[in-house]
Antibody, heavy 120, light 107 residues
Framework: QVQLQESGPGLVKPSQTLSLTCTVS??????????WSWIRQPPGKGLEWIGY???????YYNPSLKSRVTISVDTSKNQFSLKLSSVTAADTAVYYC????????????WGQGTLVTVSS | DIQMTQSPSSLSASVGDRVTITCQAS??????LNWYQQKPGKAPKLLIY???NLETGVPSRFSGSGSGTDFTFTISSLQPEDIATYYC?????????FGQGTRLEIK
């Protein structure tokens, strides 16, 4: 059973960089059949796709966030990470790491989510 | 970018009712449309993939249909445990977009 777990600071100051890591267990991030994804949800609002990475390092980002987002992968640790720069209060959200199928884009495994608050 | 228009934004129905939610894509996405259920404080759960395929372990009262730009999600007989927010999600040209969500309540 694949499990994903987000980790990182729950509070980030405005203008700083938000950094989160997702640790994958129960399966290899190098399997080649999936995109490893970041999705967020502001409090009381809907879901927003941030981007995803293939085990080879190829990345695809939401155009609205592309200038501030970097997703990287560490296959030796079975982890992938998110960096979001120049954050504002609008970036306050629950951040989910997740696994999406290569062909369908269906997200069938999610982390539990971690709330990141942007505040001074 | 492909936009997804999901309706209604909220819905109140009685136990046993048939419930329908629609999702419209701004351009042809073939059948690359997935449906999720999200309960408060929980991560979303995949229910339907490729527009009409039931994810393993999901009750058969849930179904999906459509292709191209117009898609429908149906609960054939609403159960109390189905109270949640439902989202459609498209996957096209390596990009993902979610619909705005439909909050389903018991009448």
């Amino acid at each position: 059973q694949v499990q994903l777990q987000e980790s990182g600071p729950g509070l980030v100051k405005p203008s700083q960089t938000l950094s989160l890591t997702c640790t994958v267990s129960g399966g290899s991030i190098s399997s080649g059949d999936y995109y490893w994804s970041w999705i967020r949800q502001p409090p009381g609002k809907g879901l927003e796709w941030i981007g995803y990475i293939y085990y080879s390092g190829s990345t695809y980002y939401n155009p609205s966030l592309k200038s501030r987002v970097t997703i990287s992968v560490d296959t030796s640790k079975n982890q992938f990470s998110l960096k979001l720069s120049s954050v504002t209060a609008a970036d306050t959200a629950v951040y989910y790491c997740a696994r999406a199928g290569l062909r369908s884009g269906a997200v069938n495994y999610w982390g539990q989510g971690t709330l990141v608050t942007v505040s001074s | 970018d492909i936009q997804m228009t999901q309706s209604p934004s909220s819905l109140s129905a009685s136990v046993g009712d048939r419930v329908t939610i629609t999702c419209q894509a701004s351009q042809d996405i073939s059948n690359y449309l997935n449906w999720y259920q999200q309960k408060p404080g929980k991560a979303p759960k995949l229910l339907i993939y490729d527009a009409s395929n039931l994810e393993t372990g999901v009750p058969s009262r849930f179904s999906g249909s459509g292709s191209g730009t117009d898609f429908t999600f149906t609960i054939s007989s609403l159960q109390p445990e189905d109270i949640a927010t439902y989202y459609c999600q498209q996957y096209d040209n390596l990009s993902i977009t979610f619909g705005q969500g439909t909050r389903l309540e018991i009448k």
